[in-house]
């Protein structure tokens, strides 16, 4: 499943899509722009190429091809009428190869009469949405190439979140021991010492995952917000995740005691878990912030995560989750060696 995810994740291009508009102040009458694409084919298809401004509703106007400066660049100009039905325009590209693309352009008009059923001049042309078939990365002007990192941020703090639940459950097991208790299926252990053992390779298992998270969340910030780093709240909950369940593992090597050290940790682990799904699932959603899911901006839906989309990202999270399970059923082998090790020392 890793591979799979990998493999198309980098090997697969970008839709072709809209990524700006240049031009003056719009007014009636003839007026010039340069439309930016991204992965089209306006070169390569030049006799299909159609270029379209829109203003409000369904009302078209063809614009006029003058230079077709690249596959992603393209000159055109259109004649607006001195009425139109809203001054707020989108502009289209449409080729045979691409489908439709288009920009919603903040541009400055003048002089236009406002009526909202204003088709005078329209074009006569039917606009359709640029449907791509079979898998495709959906196109986004300000994430663009970086939505890739999805295949690898989202699944690694999923992860950490199934191996941290892990770590949990093992607390409140070793809390429900009595001191002493005996292991029947294990000599060298009591029960709170084993289910120990399990909550600290699960949660450092979990830590692994959660750096990695903070690593490539750092790197798609860079990428898309500019910054390294941003005042965000969901960004902000993942740092002091980190430091609290790193302030676990301070804490269990500072008690020598084994089963004083185990409730303890049990206990911190237990509150570092609540305060974990209250930092990054529940205030982020009560405060402004940039991720996806914040302030209105919505969260795996087709704005960044369409159904072509979703047959790579969910064999992700399962690989991965799989993978940090193994490295957890690894971690554990090897501390339990260990402690036995320094049993029989």
């Known amino acids: 499943m890793l591979l799979y995810s990998g493999i198309f994740s980098l090997w697969h291009p970008m839709i072709p899509g809209g990524f700006g508009v240049a031009t003056t102040v719009l007014k009636p009458g003839r007026n010039e722009f340069v439309f930016t694409g991204y992965n089209c084919h306006f070169v390569s298809d030049q006799p299909s190429l159609q270029l379209l401004v829109n203003a409000g509703g369904k009302t078209y106007y063809c614009a006029q091809v003058l230079e077709i400066k690249s596959n992603n660049v393209a000159k055109g100009a259109v004649i607006l009428p001195d009425t139109i039905a809203s001054n707020e325009f989108s502009f ?8 439709t693309v288009f920009v919603e352009a903040p541009t400055t008009s003048e002089g236009f009469v406002l009526d909202k059923n204003a088709k005078a001049l329209a074009c006569d042309y039917h606009v359709k949405t640029n449907e791509h078939s079979g898998f495709g990365f959906p ?7 970086s939505i890739r990192n999805l295949m690898w941020h989202v699944p690694m703090w999923f992860t950490m979140f199934v191996l941290m639940g892990i770590s949990f459950f093992f607390s409140i ?3 429900g021991q009595s001191p002493h208790s005996a292991n029947t299926l294990d000599s060298h252990f009591s029960r709170i010492l084993l289910y120990d053992l399990k909550a600290s390779a699960a949660a450092s298992t979990g830590l692994i995952f959660c750096v990695l998270g903070l690593i490539t969340g750092s790197v798609w910030a860079r990428f898309t917000w500019g910054t390294w780093w941003v005042n965000d709240p ?13 302030a676990y593992f301070i804490l269990r090597h500072s008690v020598p005691d084994e089963e004083k050290r185990a409730r303890l940790s049990a206990i911190f682990n237990i509150f570092a878990l609540v305060l974990m799904v209250v930092l990054l699932m529940v205030m982020p959603r009560f405060t402004d912030g940039l991720h996806p899911g914040k302030s209105g901006n919505p969260a795996f839906s087709k704005y960044d995560l369409d159904s072509s989309l979703r047959t790579v990202f969910y064999p992700a999270c399962a690989g991965f989750i799989l993978l940090g399970y193994w490295i957890y059923s690894l971690n554990f082998r090897i501390s339990k060696l260990e402690s036995e090790h320094e049993q029989n020392a």
């Open 92 to 99: 289209y590209a449409n080729t045979n190869v691409d489908g």
């Open 139 to 145: 196109f986004q002007p300000i994430i663009i190439e």
């Open 173 to 175: 097991r070793a809390l």
């Open 234 to 246: 969901q960004l902000n909950g993942a740092l002091v995740v980190f430091m609290v369940y790193a």
